[in-house]
């Protein structure tokens, strides 16, 4: 939880960063608060998971890959209702030992996310965002790097592994002309390991989320 609350703190730091410079730059837009709009985002993940029953268990953050489309739909002025649909990379970094010597892990888990966003319009050229949010697993694959290099693609259907899995995502969009830039934080409430032991801990995941977008 305080991974959580730190990852919305530096959300919020680079938002408040960048509506600043909103502010400036998109003084002379029209307000577009009451359009409907289709666009399309890309960016980045700092994901990393959590384990409510296993506290001990320590990982490091990993990058990977998001992007997508999303619609913009009024239903007031200042609400609306925001769906995505992304191809989102997850997962976590891990060292570990073994009588050969000391190699780094790696899971990269693959979803399909699609996030239901309440929109809050304040001003034109702010949205925050929060909503929960729908995953559904694609792949997991597992990197091994030391004495031991070689990579694993899990085998999804076994019993050990949830498709799909619900969270909740909250953030912000900064709108500078039709560019977008986008911040979240999203994590998982039900977990994606569902016999986690000590070599599969019961993890859940959690992500910041940092985007560039396009609407038209």
Excluded: H
């Excluded at 559904?136 to 498709?163: H, M, Q, R």
Aim: glycine fraction near 8%; aromatic fraction near 12%.
């Amino acid at each position: 939880m305080k991974t959580i609350l730190r990852s919305i703190a530096v959300l919020f730091t680079i938002f408040a960063t960048t509506s600043g410079f909103s502010q400036t730059a998109g003084t002379t837009s029209d307000d577009t608060r009451y359009d409907f709009k289709i666009g399309v985002k890309a960016g980045l993940n700092v994901s990393n998971v959590y384990d409510e029953q296993n506290n001990d268990y320590v990982a490091e953050n990993k990058v990977g890959f998001v992007g997508g489309g999303f619609l913009s739909i009024p239903i007031t002025k200042f609400v609306g209702f925001q769906p995505e649909i992304l191809y989102s990379e997850k997962g976590f970094k891990a060292t570990k030992s073994t009588i050969l010597g000391n190699y780094e892990f790696t899971r990269t888990s693959t979803y399909l996310d699609i996030p239901l966003q309440l929109q809050i319009k304040p001003i034109p050229f702010v949205t925050i965002l929060a909503g929960p949010q729908f995953s559904y697993l694609l792949k997991t694959k597992n990197d091994f790097n030391g004495n031991i290099t070689s990579t694993e693609e899990e085998n999804i259907n076994s019993e050990n592994y949830k498709k799909n899995i619900f969270g909740f995502v909250v953030g912000a969009d900064v709108n500078v002309n039709n560019f977008i830039i986008s911040g979240r934080a999203g994590w998982d409430i039900s977990k994606t390991d569902t016999n986690g032991d000590s070599s599969k801990p019961r993890y859940k995941n959690q992500v910041l989320q940092v985007t560039l977008g396009y609407a038209f």
